[in-house]
C-alpha cells in the first residue's frame, strides 16, 4: 500500500487540520460460538467542510485502509462533497479462540474480548512497515506502561536521519513522544513489541510502525484501562475470512494481503487459500463465481455467497489503493 512521498506530504497537512472526535468504542454483543458475523454496515454523506477522509474514518473508529478498500476511488485527501461514502462496520470475527486480544495484521484491526461481559471490542489499529513487520504470535501483556518514554533504536534513528530528523537517545514521557500516552508491552522474545497510542493524525489502519501495533489516543486510553496484565494476546495474519451462520447463510470476507516486497500490489498479488478456506469454496452451497469475485474485489466487508445470491460489483477491483509513509511517522 503505498502513495508517493509528495501526496503523502499533502496528506499530512490536510490532516492537521482533524479535530480530536473522542467517540465510543466500537463494542458488539458477541454472537453465540456458531456464529461470527457482527455489526452492520452504514452510510455517511460527506459535508462540504473540506476534511480528509481520515477525519470519517477517525470518526466512526476505522481504519483510514479499510475505509478505502469499502470506496475505491474516494480521494482519501478531499473526498468529493455529496460523495456517498460505506462505512465498513459489519465483520465476521477471526476464527481464533474469543479470549483476551486477538490481532488480524491482514485487516488492521484489533478485537478485545472482556472476561465474562458477553461482548467484544474493535479497534483500527496501525501496524509493522514493509521490512519491519509486526509477527504472528501468542503471546500476553507483561507491563503495562503509563506515559511512556521511547527510546529509539539505532537503526531507527538512522532512518530519522536520513530525512534531516536527529533523534534523542531517550525522547521522554509527553506530547511530543511518538509512542503517545499509554502502552502495553508483550512478553514476546525480549519484549520490543508493544501496543501503544500514538501524536500523529494519521496512521491508523496502515503500516506505519517499526512493528509495534498503534491505536488512536483515545481507543489506547480506553483498552489500557481495561486490559489486566497477563491477558492473552494473540496476532494472526488472515486476509480470508469466512463463516457459515446458524441460518445457513455462508459469508466470505476478504482484505488486501500484507505485501511482501515494494513491487507487490496487495489489489493483485496472490492470496494463499487454505485448506479451510478450498474446503468452504468447494462446497456445492457455496457459488463459486461469487467467491471469485469477492476474493478479487476485496472490499474488507462480508460477501454473502450461497448460490443464489447477487454477483459482487468487481468494477472496483481495478482501483489501486496504496501509501507511502514519509520516516517521521515510522516511530515505534
Known sequence: MKFSAKLMAMMTALLLVVVSMATQATEYPLPEKDSRLIGENTTYTVPDDGKPLEAVAAKYKIGLIAMLEANPGVDPLLPKAGTVLTIPSQMLLPDTKREGIVINLAELRLYYYPKDSGTVIVYPIGIGQLGRNTPEMITSVSQKIPNPTWTPT???????????????????????????????????????????????????????????????????????????????????????????????????????????????????????????????????????????????????????????????????????????VPVSANAD
Open 154 to 324: 539505532v537503526n531507527i534513528r538512522k532512518a530519522y536521519l536520513k530525512d534531516g530528523i536527529t533523534l534523542p537517545g531517550v525522547v521522554p514521557a509527553g506530547p511530543d513522544n511518538p509512542m503517545g500516552l499509554f502502552a502495553m508491552r508483550l512478553a514476546q522474545g525480549q519484549g520490543h513489541y508493544l501496543i501503544h497510542g500514538t501524536n500523529a493524525n494519521f496512521g491508523i489502519g496502515m503500516r506505519v510502525s517499526s512493528g509495534c501495533i498503534r491505536l488512536r489516543p483515545d481507543d489506547i486510553e480506553a483498552l489500557f484501562k481495561s486490559v489486566p496484565k497477563g491477558t492473552r494476546v494473540q496476532v494472526i495474519n488472515q486476509p480470508i475470512k469466512f463463516a457459515i451462520e446458524p441460518d445457513g447463510k455462508r459469508y466470505v470476507e476478504v482484505h488486501q494481503p500484507l505485501s511482501r516486497t515494494e513491487k507487490d500490489d496487495p489489489q493483485t498479488m496472490l492470496i494463499v487459500l487454505t485448506r479451510a478456506i478450498k474446503a468452504f469454496e468447494g462446497n456445492k452451497e457455496t457459488d463459486k463465481e461469487v467467491m471469485t469475485q469477492a476474493i478479487t474485489r476485496r472490499s474488507g466487508m462480508p460477501v454473502l455467497v450461497n448460490v443464489g445470491t447477487a454477483e459482487v460489483d468487481v468494477a472496483a477491483a481495478s482501483q489501486k489503493i496504496s501509501f507511502a
